[in-house]
């Protein structure tokens, strides 16, 4: 049973800590993940890599200056310029929404957005023939996509280029390289970053594939080029046995690895496709977030005495039980097979994995070659579906319910969900349990 059905139904499985790297972050281990090599890991980009607001506000200016040089006037910045177009015409940035109204709008089309507003400010402020504008802007767009890229290298998250070196470096059982990609809704490619390039196979990008994360399409996406990799070729040579999507992220999940920022995006979306999954955190954490990871020099270990001084205080002391917090972890910890806050630590979390799974690879093996006969990717895990009804251990009996085979559909985002599911595998969202 993957891990965010067992959420479905109240089984969280005993979670083992394999090891404790400087308390900043405690990998997974249970069961329910499945203890494989890992032949492919893909990285989501803005405010997972890089400080996403620093490398926009830097080409922002070198776009600026640009426009200065060449004479533009410009009585109306370029970003109040594309917000104004987008409100007004959301169906050409969106293309979803031409369908759809009510849809999401995502991805948007933030490079046609871009252009569009510089060729806007060049015909009405600048009295440029149409052509002459939509010719300006796509230099000057290539100007400010440069500079984008320019000003990452100065923004990294904490040793960035050290981590990627040294995924590199790690092999799978056939020698290849692990397949090093990234998943992203924006419009940027590390492969355009000189010092990040070497380490970077592929890059997929919403705009290109149509969908932005969380929506599966865009990580079936990045599954479809990844199976051309040689590190991937003993996976995808049993592909031809499954006719389905779900069926072939059972077999591709487990040898994957997804790092992002966004909880849902990222690790929900993810996990939800059997991936493994790593919340690095480290550049959205809050300013308390990082106080509360960060020791105070100097400051001496409170004591008992003190928090009763500190109590003595108050007119009114309010405490409580912590619930909200246990909430949060126990839902993070469903997701995330591991949270970091400092981006130096992921190489030795890939690492850890990859020998766990290199230990194991002879029983994997000797699975794999068992299934060739097998159907159906549910036989070859043994896995459980929502859909089946469940037997529930309690208070000494064995219940067989037949509510599992119910449905309700999520309050929010309208997803179809089993009765007894405490959340939506879509949205996150809190559902009521009848």
């Known amino acids: 049973m993957k891990k965010w059905e067992k959420m479905y139904f109240g089984e969280k499985g005993d979670k083992e800590i394999s090891r404790n790297f400087g308390n900043?972050?405690?990998?997974?281990?249970?069961?329910?993940?499945?203890?494989?090599?890992?032949?492919?890991?893909?990285?989501?980009?803005?405010?997972?890599?890089?400080?996403?607001?620093?490398?926009?506000?830097?080409a922002n200016t070198a776009l600026q200056e640009y426009l200065d040089s060449k004479g533009i006037k410009q009585p109306r910045q370029i970003k109040d310029v594309m917000k104004e177009m987008f409100l007004a015409d959301k169906g050409r940035y969106c293309p979803e929404i031409r369908s759809n109204p009510k849809a999401k709008a995502e991805p948007v089309l933030f490079?046609?957005?871009?252009?569009?507003?510089?060729?806007?400010?060049?015909?009405?402020?600048?009295?440029?023939?149409?052509?002459?504008?939509?010719?300006?802007?796509?230099?000057?767009?290539?100007?400010?996509?440069?500079?984008?890229?320019?000003?990452?290298?100065?923004?990294?998250?904490?040793?960035?280029?050290?981590?990627?070196?040294?995924?590199?470096?790690?092999?799978?059982?056939?020698?290849?390289?692990?397949?090093?990609g990234a998943i992203t809704n924006g419009n940027s490619d590390p492969r355009r970053v000189p010092i990040l390039a070497e380490y970077f196979d592929f890059c997929i990008n919403s705009?290109?594939?149509?969908?932005?994360?969380?929506?599966?399409?865009?990580?079936?996406?990045?599954?479809?080029?990844?199976?051309?990799?040689?590190a991937t070729s003993d996976i995808f040579s049993h592909m031809k046995i499954y006719d389905s999507m779900d069926s072939m992220m059972d077999l591709v999940g487990p040898w994957w690895i997804h790092v992002g920022d966004d909880f849902f995006k990222d690790v929900v979306a993810a996990k939800e496709l059997g991936m493994r999954t790593i919340w690095a955190r480290e550049l959205v954490l809050s300013?308390?977030?990082?106080?509360?990871?960060?020791?105070?020099?100097?400051?001496?270990?409170?004591?008992?005495?003190?928090?009763?001084s500190d109590m003595s205080k108050e007119k009114v002391v309010v405490m409580e039980i912590g619930s909200r917090d246990y909430l949060e972890e126990s839902i993070r910890d469903d997701f995330a097979d591991s949270t970091i806050t400092k981006f130096e630590i992921l190489s030795e979390i890939v690492s850890l994995w990859q020998r766990e799974g290199m230990s194991n690879e002879d029983a994997n093996i000797e699975n794999i070659e068992g299934s060739v006969a097998l159907q159906t990717a549910e036989d070859f895990y043994d896995v459980t579906l929502p859909d089946e009804p469940q037997v529930i251990e309690g208070d000494g009996q064995k219940l067989e319910t037949q509510k599992e085979q119910e449905h309700k559909f999520c309050m929010f985002c309208?997803?179809?969900l089993p009765v007894v599911a405490k959340f939506c595998s879509s949205c996150g969202a809190s559902q009521i349990i009848e």
């Open 24 to 58: 900043e972050v405690e990998p997974n281990t249970s069961e329910s993940r499945i203890n494989s090599e890992v032949k492919v890991i893909t990285f989501d980009l803005d405010d997972t890599l890089w400080k996403t607001s620093a490398v926009i506000d830097g």
């Open 111 to 180: 490079t046609l957005l871009r252009k569009d507003a510089i060729a806007d400010v060049c015909i009405n402020d600048n009295g440029f023939s149409e052509t002459d504008a939509k010719n300006f802007a796509e230099e000057s767009f290539e100007v400010w996509t440069n500079a984008r890229h320019g000003a990452i290298p100065e923004n990294l998250a904490t040793s960035v280029v050290d981590c990627l070196s040294k995924i590199r470096s790690l092999r799978t059982s056939s020698n290849d390289p692990i397949v090093v």
């Open 207 to 230: 705009e290109d594939v149509g969908f932005a994360k969380p929506s599966s399409k865009i990580y079936e996406a990045a599954v479809d080029v990844a199976s051309s990799f040689p």
């Open 414 to 416: 309208g997803t179809k």
């Open 287 to 308: 300013e308390d977030e990082k106080r509360a990871i960060t020791p105070v020099t100097g400051s001496k270990e409170r004591t008992v005495e003190d928090l009763v």
